[in-house]
């Protein structure tokens, strides 16, 4: 499995972006997928997920901006942020569970533990 994010960049702050995922050989329908974050000096930090019966959660930090959503017939996954703040620059990734992992709690939506990861696309807002 190959998760390929893309639609990063730099924006003013009060704009918008809307970030894409893509995934090769996996199932969009059957699994939870979500965004996390990182910025430099920080920790990374879960964002928002779905999962497979199109529930979502946010964190206290992008409720009300950002939006989760995928297309399990293109098997894409998108997070269309908007308001941005200059707080939001960071490394975004996407990321997917599998079953056979442990069960967590993803933002407060029980999910298998992430097993893949995009390599990260930049969000920029001055």
């Known amino acids: 499995v190959q998760l390929v994010e893309s639609g990063g960049g730099s924006v003013q702050a009060g704009g918008s972006l809307r970030l894409s995922c893509v995934a090769s050989?996996?199932?969009?329908?059957?699994?939870?997928m979500g965004w996390y974050r990182q910025a430099p000096g920080k920790e990374r930090e879960s964002i928002a997920v779905?999962?497979?019966?199109?529930?979502?959660s946010y964190s206290n930090s992008v409720k009300g901006r950002f939006t989760i959503s995928k297309d399990n017939g293109e098997n894409t996954l998108y997070l269309q942020m908007n308001s941005l703040k200059p707080e939001d620059t960071a490394t975004y990734y996407c990321?997917?569970?599998?079953?056979?992992?442990?069960?967590?709690?993803?933002?407060?939506?029980?999910?298998?533990?992430?097993?893949?990861w995009g390599q990260g696309t930049q969000v920029t807002v001055s």
């Open positions: 990321a997917a569970d599998s079953p056979g992992r442990a069960l967590t709690y993803e933002l407060g939506v029980l999910c298998y533990e992430y097993n893949y």
């Open positions: 050989k996996y199932t969009y329908s059957d699994y939870c």
């Open positions: 779905i999962n497979s019966i199109g529930q979502t």
